[in-house]
């Protein structure tokens, strides 16, 4: 059977992934087999998320009237129903459902009543709890696929530290990053010198660490220094794999939902307030905002050296007029020209503007011309891709680490 779970976290505390990891082990001591947990990221862009958007399955052999009674008491034990905002689903089925339902889940919106009557024809137990929102997320998971899977190893603090400063000692993570890279990622920040696998929230995640396969994260975990934790648990999951975007055009991108779009910058980038810097994107008759906000660091300086006419792919979120950047690909540059009045060809002083439009004139010897002086601007971008440092990376962003895409 397939047990999915989502919904059970506040901002003050909890996380459906230690909900799953201590119902794994609470199936296990009845006798059941854990075969398979499982960790989904979905649309980044859903306003109830509490904040990555997480749902867990676990793939269990068992009785299931009684792993669903199991799963229920654990949710009903340990989700943080004070939140108005936390409406968990638990659901169990004997066969995996289509999985269309896991690819709108992560690229796009669903409805209760869409889980329901997945979960109705597919003769699933369920329990949506208060608006049963949860139910989404919980249907997604045991639908979900994951045609190139990654790892995460999370280690899971003891209850009674649960929303004081964690013990992790900085260079040991450091050293597992310089161990392990790119068969791991995401656990610091080299450039920015910023621990990214510890979180400041009050949950109680200790500390994750990404990769491509268990062998390869509990090398990193085993270098780690840390508390102690109470549990940890080896999650596959869709992180790290881009699994959020689809193929747009310019012109027909939806709210909120994540794309690769080509196109050509239509504009020089400039910053605006806080240090956000954008820049206009065009294909054909259609233009759309490319932001790369302030968190995205040195990402910026690369989207600064675009000029007018650079064909570009940009890959991001489309969220009030603007795709927010995640990474961008540079595919060729234009030729960039600056130009200037010209030197006079008769007494060798340079010309002035006559006023706009209206050509140069030589201030000496009185000669004019509506030709000016121009210089092409050297260009030191790269082709290729760039991304976002790893502490603005989105859970689902695929880092440049695990190969590029061919496009
Ligand atoms: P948690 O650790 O509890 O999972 P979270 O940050 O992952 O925290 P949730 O608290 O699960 O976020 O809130 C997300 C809510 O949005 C869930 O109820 C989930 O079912 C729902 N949801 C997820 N994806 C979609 C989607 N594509 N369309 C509509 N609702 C969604």
Partial sequence: MLIGIDDTDSPEGMCTTYLGAVLARRLIREHMRVREARLLRLNPNVTYKTRGNAAIALDVGGNADRAFEIACTTVEEL????????NPGVVVVEHRPDPSFYWRAVRDFCEIDDAVKILDAAGARYHGYKNRRGLIGATAAVASELPDPTFELLAYRKPNLWGSMRTVDKKSL???????????????DKKNDVVVCVPH????????????SPSWVMLARSMIQSEKPAIEQIWITNQGTDAHLLDGTIGTLKEGLSYRVRGVAASAPGTGVGG???????????????????????????VRMLVEGDEVIAVGSYKKGSVNLEKVKVISLSNAITTRPPVCSACNKRMTSDGKNKGFKCRTCGAHTRTPEVH?????????????????????????????RKS
Avoid at 79 to 85: P, Q
Avoid at 201 to 212: A, K, S, Y
Wanted: charged share 25%.
């Fill in 79 to 86: 989700a943080d129903f004070s939140c108005a905002n936390t």
């Fill in 174 to 188: 450091f050293a597992a990053q310089d161990a392990t890279f790119p068969h791991t990622w995401d656990t610091v």
């Fill in 201 to 212: 929230t009050p949950d109680p995640v200790l500390f994750g660490i990404r990769g491509e």
């Fill in 276 to 302: 956000h810097v954008s820049f206009f994107f065009r294909d054909g008759d259609h233009t759309v905002r490319c932001m790369a906000y302030e968190p995205t660091k040195g990402f910026r300086n690369i």
């Fill in 376 to 404: 092409e601007v050297p260009r030191y971008l790269e082709l290729g891709w760039y991304e976002v440092p790893p502490t603005a990376r989105r859970h689902l962003a695929k880092p440049l680490c695990r190969g590029e």
